[in-house]
Structures are given as C-alpha cells and as structure tokens.
C-alpha cells in the first residue's frame, strides 16, 4: 500500500538481517523482542520515555496475536542490545528502494522537460548534551558556549518534483556543506541517472569542484551565486543572460580537494557557463549559474525552476515538525543514526503515500470539479502513520493489516487541506533552545 520503500522494509527485515548486525552471533535465540521488534520500534518509535514507548509496543504486539498477559524488556536490556544492529539498515532500504524506483522511470515521477529535478541542501539538529554524544560527534566546547545545545550537520539531496529523499547524511556540524553535497552526488549517481537531471543549489555551493564534478556526470545544474562570485566574469557582462568563460585560477583549483578533478580543472583551464540576472520582486537580481541552454530553460524557467528548492525546506518542516526527527532516543553516536536513518525512510514512506492519495483524491466527485485543489493533511497523515506503524507490522493476519490501513485512508482523506502557496516571509529566526531534552521526555 505505501508503495516500494515499505516493501523494501519489509524484504529487508526478512532476508538481510546478517548483512546489518554488528555480531552475527546475536539475534539467533528467542527473546522478548526479536530482531523485527527491534526495527519496528525504531521506526515507529514517537520519542516518549523509553518505559513507556516499551510499554506501547508490547501492548500493540500481543494484541496483535490474541495475548492478554503482556511483558517488557527494560531499558537497559534495550538500549544494550540495539547496539548491535547497524544505522546502515535504514538508509540502505531507502538507496535500493530509489534505484528501483528510478530505474524504472516511472512515468509517474514528474520532470521538467524530462529531466529529473534535485535539490541538495544542509541544515543542523539538535542533540543530546551529553559527554557521549559531544565526544562522539566532536562538538567543539567553545562553540557549544556560545549556542548552548549541540548542533550536529546534516544534508538531504531531494527530488524537488516528486519530494523522495534520493541520499541523506549526518556528521559532525565542523563538516561543509559542500563535502557533503559532493557525497551526495557521487552516492546518487549510482542510483539515478544524472544526465537526465538537474541540481539545484543556494548561495552556499558555487564552487568549481562541484561544476565540474557534476559535469564529468553530464548532469546539469542551477546555483544561485553570492554576489562575489566570479565576480570578474560577471563585470564584463553586457547583458543580463550570457554564455561566459569561468576561468580555473590558481586559487579556484586550490580549492579542489578531488585530485581527478583538479587535474581536469588544470587540462580545461575554463569552461563555458551560462549566468543570468533575474529581477525580483524586492528590487534585487537574483543570479543563476547554469549550463542549461537557452532552448530547454528561459530565464523565466530557470526562475521558477531555482524555486522549486522551497520543496526541500517544506521536506525539513516534515522531517523536524512532524516526524519529529530532532526527538532523539539515544545519546550514542551509533543511536542517533539508527534514528535519523529511519526517520528518513518513514519520510519516503510517508511521501510515497501521500502522492497516493492525493492522486485518489483528484478522482472523488467533490473534488474533483471543486473550483481549488485539495490535499491529504500531511499532519493527520504522519500522526496516524506514526501511530499504526506497529500495529501494521505485528499482526501476522493480512485481514487486520487490511482493516488497518482501510481505517488510516478513511482518516486522511477526510482531512484535506486547500493547497497554499510558498509563503513570502523571511524565516523566522532559529531559537537555541532545546526542543527534545534528552534528559525529560514527554510522557504521551
């Protein structure tokens, strides 16, 4: 039902468990919670105290197979034994779930012209302020005076169109974005095909590694420019959208950490780029670095085009605000990833259904001819899949699975929401405060 990254979870829980285990040893006698129970806790897992979270699932597993005595684990038995199962589970579902799913080229994915378009982007959360966890991801502590909570980076490369994660990554807040981004494009390129795509990145990226890198795939790409970069191509200028020489200076290829890169860098000496000035409403130009021609993008499509790189913060708001993925439940290198990993998938599974029923939605008679558009709920939707995520995975009876997921469509689509339009207010500023203590959970 939720489409093909919940079908690769599902074959990933039955035949790769020895490819995911830190001991092969473990995992093989019959305990309380088996291997299963322990991905499904992780990912449906809604960031209460551990006794109660514990508490919900052994209720939900033995309702689900008819028992009324119910039993649990403790904490500490928990949080030792999942030590042992690799974050690497999680995204790996969701890399060869994409590689299906792209490789296909299903029609339903949207382009631009037949081109894929993706967005990279990084951004920070907020974790535990403990010894373990500010040693583990070298949080400096002059830096931590200074915000008060540990901040660790994190990087998405997302489809802008279709909303998927394509790659996703966590490090330490001292790694660059742009590391990341060329991690995301090296990962990616083994999942989708690059040459029939663009890229879309902010003011932070413009950098002639990353030009030539996605060049060498025969990618295409679209950076927003700082106002002093290639500044001295962009003063000979005569006109607001021309093909111009961005020459590999001694400096620029300096700044090449790939030695197959720099070597190219110093064979080509330059390459021939498209820049564009674009007026906004604000009275300022926006400058776009291309190398998409004129007859697959206008300036007036590579405008809405960079605009589409909204997708990729509406896809945080998701991942932050409703899946809650700051809400950590441990403190451990090892656990923090188990749950950003997860969260990631949930989202893809989240997303996956939410296309689902908002295409089902366009066929039903009141809306369908309704003068707006309508769509799912997404807070309705990721609450309820939150919620019936454990149940869905612990009944052994297809007929209640059934029951379940009827019940979740009945909900979301009696919830929608009129589409609304990307909002024209700067950010609100980021508060310092912690929003998911480790130390005092919520208790519901």
């Known amino acids: 039902m939720y489409g093909i990254y919940f079908s690769f979870l599902k074959k990933f829980i039955s035949y790769e468990k020895l490819n995911y285990l830190t001991d092969e040893k473990k995992f093989t006698k019959d305990r309380k919670m088996s291997y299963k129970d322990f991905i499904i806790y992780i990912l449906g897992n809604r960031g209460k105290t551990s006794v ?252 809405n085009l960079y605009g589409e790189r909204w997708q990729i913060e509406k896809g945080y708001d998701v991942l932050k605000n409703k899946l809650e993925i700051e809400n950590f439940t441990g403190k451990k290198r090892l656990t923090i990833e188990q749950d950003f990993f997860s969260r990631i998938l949930l989202y893809n599974i989240l997303i996956e259904y939410k296309t689902k029923c908002n295409n089902e939605l366009k066929k039903i008679p009141k809306y369908k001819n309704h003068k707006c558009e309508f769509k799912v709920n997404m807070n309705i939707l990721a609450g309820k899949l939150k919620t019936s995520i454990y149940e869905m995975f612990l009944t052994d009876s297809e007929k209640e699975r059934k029951l379940i997921e009827e019940d979740m469509d009945n909900i979301v689509k009696k919830n929608t929401i009129k589409v609304e339009r990307k909002p024209s207010t700067s950010r609100n500023k980021k508060s310092h405060k912690q929003k998911y203590p480790y130390n005092n959970k919520r208790n519901s």
């Open 52 to 303: 109660l979270e514990l508490d919900d699932f052994f209720r939900n597993k033995f309702r689900c197979v008819g028992m009324r005595r119910l039993m649990s684990v403790t904490k500490q038995n928990f949080s030792n034994r999942r030590q042992y199962i690799k974050p690497e589970f999680f995204k790996d579902i969701c890399a060869t779930a994409t590689k299906e799913k792209y490789g296909k080229k299903e029609k339903s994915l949207m382009k631009f012209k037949g081109l894929y378009v993706f967005a990279i982007d990084g951004g920070e959360l907020t974790v535990p302020n403990t010894p373990e966890t500010r040693e583990e991801f070298a949080i400096d502590l002059n830096h931590l005076e200074k915000v008060k909570t540990p901040k660790i980076r994190i990087s998405v490369m997302s489809d802008a169109k279709n909303e998927l994660i394509i790659d996703s990554s966590i490090s330490s807040i001292s790694t660059g974005e742009s590391v990341l981004a060329f991690e995301h494009i090296e990962k990616s390129s083994k999942l989708v095909d690059l040459s029939q795509s663009i890229i879309l990145f902010d003011r932070n990226y413009a950098s002639s590694e990353l030009i030539l890198q996605i060049l060498q795939k025969e990618g295409y790409f679209i950076f927003r420019l700082k106002s002093d970069t290639f500044k001295k191509e962009r003063k000979n200028m005569k006109t607001d959208d021309e093909w111009v020489d961005i020459t590999f200076t001694g400096n620029r290829r300096q700044n090449i950490k790939n030695k197959e890169l720099k070597a190219k860098a110093r064979e080509l000496e330059h390459v021939n780029l498209r820049i564009v000035n674009i007026p906004l409403e604000t009275g300022e130009n926006e400058t776009l670095l291309t190398n998409l021609p004129e007859n697959i993008a206008s300036p007036a499509e590579l405008k």
